[in-house]
């Protein structure tokens, strides 16, 4: 497949995924909402090599023949910081995680949040209105960006997560902000050509 049909079919594998996830509090808004998420996990795909996408597709057909839900994973992951005493009664029953996995996992989310802090600094008008960045921030109706990400990176297999890491590596050799790189490709997929020209946009 090109690297467009590898897109399109990983991020319909997600919808269906989170489409099926079920909440405590009842279904989500933007459960019904597929263009924004399209547009939404586009943006981040697109900065993905096609070998990336390749192993992270593997790893939803292999968790999909298992009967088991990796967005639903997702946001358990995200209880242990946003509701801990509900996450308590679940963290059993997530897959656990080689040390190495944490270690790595931590390693990115360190660069990342530097990233997206960046970001933040660069752009406020935008960056004011998305998630709030760190951990200490959770609250039970607010996952932060650095709890968002740490939760997705423990979905991802070993090999994956693997390659996630050598690809933030190379970026960081690049000098590249990834954060800046997937807010670039969102603008531009809701039809704005430059940072400048984003006024008021509801996804943030």
Same mark, same amino acid.
Request: glycine share 10%; proline share 0%.
């Given at each position: 497949m090109e *690297? *467009? !049909?590898? %897109?399109d079919k990983l991020v319909e594998m997600e919808f269906e995924a989170f489409d099926k996830a079920r909440n405590v &509090? &009842?279904?989500a808004a933007c459960q019904n909402d597929w263009p924004t998420f399209q547009i939404m996990r586009t943006s981040q795909y697109l900065t993905w090599t096609e070998e990336m996408l390749e192993s992270f597709i593997h790893d939803f057909e292999v968790a999909n023949a298992k009967g088991w839900n990796l967005i639903a994973e997702k946001y358990a992951r995200m209880m242990e910081t946003t509701v801990p005493e509900e996450y *308590? !009664? %679940? *963290?059993? /029953?997530l897959p656990v995680l080689s040390d190495w996995q944490k270690q790595v996992i931590e390693q990115i989310v360190a660069i990342q949040v530097d990233w997206m802090e960046e970001f933040s600094k660069e752009h406020p008008n935008i960056s004011s209105r998305a998630r709030v960045i760190h951990t200490s921030e959770d609250r039970p109706d607010d996952t932060s960006y650095e709890t968002y990400l740490r939760g997705e990176l423990g979905t991802y297999s070993e090999d994956t997560l693997a390659k996630y890491a050598a690809f933030i590596v190379d970026l960081v050799g690049e000098k590249k902000n990834l954060a800046e790189m997937i807010m670039k490709n969102t603008i531009e997929l809701y039809g704005y @050509? @430059?940072?400048? /020209?984003?006024k008021e946009l509801e996804w943030v």
């Open positions: *690297k *467009k !049909q590898l %897109i &509090g &009842g279904r *308590k !009664q %679940i *963290k059993n /029953q @050509s @430059s940072f400048e /020209q984003v």
